[in-house]
């Protein structure tokens, strides 16, 4: 019996390891970080109001808030109204490099670019299809009821531990 659960607990720990969900763990030997498609600061002022006007037009950009009123509203900052509208046409276009190009006016930072009351929202904060801000919720996909993560979790947490313990105990009856 000691030799079968002293055998347990020397498994026990890779087999948690194994068993962490990707958010828990580095995925692909990397850490995930917050990431912010920001405007260039070596970018004409010309080739950025070209860019906000298709991310905000044709793109589908939400610009409201560096509208007037808007929290990040700066008249007087084409950077930062271009990195708004850059950063919100990422998250909702698959946080990929191509979706962060912009004519080459934009790229990817670790760098918060918030400001003020304009706080960005960066690329862990894109939830099952909804970026989550303090400027509201950027909807990506049609609201619905999604409870497919959930699985997830039992899939890679909780089952295997429970056909670990199994394991462990039919073992031990058998002997």
Do not use: H
């Amino acid at each position: 019996m000691s030799k079968i659960y002293s055998s347990f607990l020397c498994v026990l720990p890779l087999l948690v390891a194994l068993s962490l969900p990707d958010c828990l763990r580095a995925q692909k030997g990397i850490a995930p970080r917050d990431l912010w498609c920001v405007a260039k600061n070596n970018a004409a002022d010309q080739a950025l109001q070209e860019s906000i006007d298709w991310a905000c037009g044709p793109g589908g950009a939400n610009c409201g808030p560096i509208q007037q009123g808007g929290p990040c509203y700066d008249s007087s900052d084409i950077q930062r109204t271009a990195s708004w509208a850059f950063n919100d046409y990422y998250l909702k276009n698959g946080l990929t490099d191509d979706a962060c190009y912009f004519s080459n006016t934009a790229a990817l930072t670790s760098l918060n670019p918030s400001f003020d009351k304009c706080k960005f929202p960066s690329s862990l904060s894109v939830n099952n299809g909804s970026v989550s801000s303090s400027t509201g919720t950027i909807q990506m996909r049609p609201d619905s009821a999604d409870l497919s993560s959930s699985n997830r979790v039992v899939g890679t947490w909780f089952l295997p531990l429970v056909t670990s313990y199994l394991l462990v105990a039919f073992t031990w009856l058998v002997q």
